[in-house]
């Protein structure tokens, strides 16, 4: 990987596009190859991946790739993030044929956009950062003296986030779950009307707005909103890969946001005929869905995108010998955003998440 100088917007020259490099420095950081080569399940493959690795991340510095495209004309600025938990794959080919697409001379303004933030995470194809456990989506607005995904965090919101006039981060449901594919706000503070318009310009089936939930903290959109930039989000079906309607989804929203913006025109703008999203609205916090009470294999009778009522049976658990050993119920009427895919649960595991 062949990759520029070090990201800095103030000083991004008119009318270029380019990869550049944001750089982290970890004090403390453990030995990647062997735990990715276990996961890859082929130790022939071990020189491969001390490759790909050794490209980005040496002696503790990691160097993760930022796209840019300034256009030859001043005006707002679209940043998007992806892989925030790398096992989200559907936002990163999005970014890429978006920075394909954009010719600089015909651009007012500029699109900034990592594909790929949590690169040990990317490696394990896995949601939470190896290199501390944590999930990055729940450490912002990060500390440049924390653990690694605090300084990650912290790196990603001072050099890129902030310069945003619209920010949206594209997640997906990742390898364990299944969601309906949607794009979602918060409706707190001065950002939220924009927001608003942005989350239906972006043409998704189904809008997600949140009322503002002080328990639910951490993510990308609360740094942001806190800096008063509109902010959306998105997330779609997942389980671990990435369905063709859901990146052409992700493509074409990005470009009807970049005209949103009058940064510029694409041939992938447009929103399907006729737009008639689902809008729901809920607290949006999937910390608190509903969870398993007790270990087994649980096996759900729901979809995403059902409506079900309350005391719906949507769901039962095995344990081990084959024992139904609970039947589970709906605590309410909703709409099902997400379910989980992976049938081997743990207490306390989610289940679902309604809306």
């Known amino acids: ?27 403390e950081a453990p030995d990647l190859v062997d735990l990715v080569t276990m996961i890859s399940g082929d130790r022939s493959q071990r020189e491969s991946v001390q490759s790909e690795i ?38 990163m080919e999005a970014i890429h044929r978006t920075f394909e697409a954009l010719d600089p001379s015909s651009m007012s303004g500029t699109f900034v956009a990592v594909p790929v933030v949590t690169l040990p995470a990317y490696w394990m194809a896995c949601r939470v950062n190896p290199l501390d456990g944590r999930n990055m989506a729940r450490v912002f607005p990060g500390s440049t003296d924390g653990c ?15 310069h945003a006039s619209l920010y949206i981060d594209l997640h ?17 503070g001065s950002q939220a009307e924009t927001a608003r318009s942005a989350a239906r310009c972006f043409g998704a089936p189904v809008i997600w707005e949140h009322p503002h939930d002080p328990e639910a903290t951490g993510r990308t959109l609360n740094a942001t909103c806190d800096l008063e ?18 990146i052409d989804c992700y493509t074409r ?21 006729p737009y008639e999203p689902v809008e ?7 910390d608190r869905g509903l969870n398993a009470s007790t270990s087994g294999l649980a096996w759900l009778l729901i979809k995403p995108g059902d409506r079900i009522r309350a005391g719906q049976k949507i769901g039962y658990l095995r344990d081990l010998e084959g ?11 909703a709409f099902v955003i997400g379910v989980r895919a992976t049938p081997r649960v743990f207490a306390g595991d989610n289940l679902a998440i309604l809306s």
């Open 148 to 162: 690694a995904s605090e300084r990650l965090a912290a790196r990603l919101l001072d050099r890129v986030m902030r």
């Open 54 to 91: 050794d490209s980005v991340f040496q002696e503790g510095t990691l160097s993760v790739p930022v796209l840019a495209v300034c256009g030859s004309r001043p005006g707002k600025t679209l940043v998007t993030t992806a892989g925030i938990h790398g096992d989200e794959y559907e936002g």
């Open 280 to 286: 729901v609205r809920g607290m949006g916090n999937t």
């Open 229 to 246: 930039i509109p902010s959306i989000y998105t997330e779609a079906f997942g389980g671990g890969h990435a369905r063709a309607e859901d």
């Open 1 to 27: 990987m062949t990759l520029h100088e070090e990201f800095n917007f103030e000083e991004l020259p008119a009318g270029t596009k380019q990869t550049y490099r944001m750089t982290v420095n970890f004090p």
């Open 323 to 333: 024992r139904i050993i609970e039947e589970i119920l709906s605590p309410q009427d």
């Open 172 to 188: 997906s449901a990742g390898r364990g779950s299944h969601w309906v594919t949607m794009c979602g706000f918060c409706d707190h």
């Open 253 to 273: 929203g990005l470009a009807n946001l970049l005209r949103f913006l009058e940064i510029a025109e694409l041939p992938a703008a447009g929103l399907p005929e």
